[in-house]
T-cell receptor, first 114, second 107 residues
Framework: EPEVTQTPSHQVTQMGQEVILRCVPI?????FYWYRQILGQKVEFLVS????????KSEIFDDQFSVERPDGSNFTLKIRSTKLEDSAMYFC????????????FGPGTRLTVL | AQRVTQPEKLLSVFKGAPVELKCNYS??????LFWYVQYSRQRLQLLLR??SRESIKGFTADLNKGETSFHLKKPFAQEEDSAMYYC?????????FGQGTILTVHP
């Protein structure tokens, strides 16, 4: 069964550094998402992406964040200058289309900012 | 703003006992609701969607618009049901999650 994959599984970085989190959505899916979960807190929506542009973003998704689908398979989240409070689990998700809004999640990338 | 509330952070039951994980949502219209489950060291996966009214792994969830609730129920809990359960509402292109409930089923 096809799955969403994410790399790396764990990323450690210094404050102020740029990080890129990578995701490969399920191949025939059209809608892509990033969520994050700070330790002990709920899963929070960051951004949705469709037809090569952002369709919705939360207040968390400020100018330090960007997303890209550089080719037909990858979907990336870039944090330009990481802060301590960016430490969290980042989940990528994808969904096929309009009828059912089930989103399929990747295993997550744990980002630790030191 | 949309809100999804799961009042219990932790829920413990014994094997064979009934279990109910509570979820309340804030939207007053026709919501689109889901239950996701995360087993230890695994990804979030869809357990139930309200629109299909199906039973998965013995779990059911009924939408109660009057009480704005979507509680998850199972008549006889099994040890393998131990996991984190998230209630989520889909609207405006995104899922809004509750805080999650950790269910522990003791032998």
């Amino acid at each position: 069964e096809p799955e969403v994959t994410q790399t790396p599984s764990h990323q450690v970085t210094q404050m102020g550094q740029e990080v890129i989190l990578r995701c490969v959505p399920i191949s025939n899916h059209l809608y892509f998402y990033w969520y994050r979960q700070i330790l002990g807190q709920k899963v929070e929506f960051l951004v949705s992406f469709y037809n090569n542009e952002i369709s919705e973003k939360s207040e968390i998704f400020d100018d330090q964040f960007s997303v890209e689908r550089p080719d037909g398979s990858n979907f990336t989240l870039k944090i330009r200058s990481t802060k301590l409070e960016d430490s969290a689990m980042y989940f990528c998700a994808s969904r096929f289309g309009l009828i059912y809004n089930e989103q399929f999640f990747g295993p997550g990338t744990r980002l630790t900012v030191l | 703003a949309q809100r999804v509330t799961q009042p219990e952070k932790l829920l413990s039951v014994f094997k064979g006992a009934p279990v109910e994980l509570k979820c309340n949502y804030s939207y007053s219209g026709s919501p689109e609701l889901f239950w996701y489950v995360q087993y230890s060291r695994q990804r979030l996966q869809l357990l139930l969607r309200h629109i299909s009214r199906e039973s998965i792994k013995g779990f059911t969830a009924d939408l109660n618009k009057g009480e704005t609730s979507f509680h998850l129920k199972k008549p006889f809990a099994q040890e393998e049901d131990s996991a984190m359960y998230y209630c989520a509402q889909y609207r405006y292109g995104k899922l809004t999650f509750g805080q999650g409930t950790i269910l522990t089923v003791h032998p």
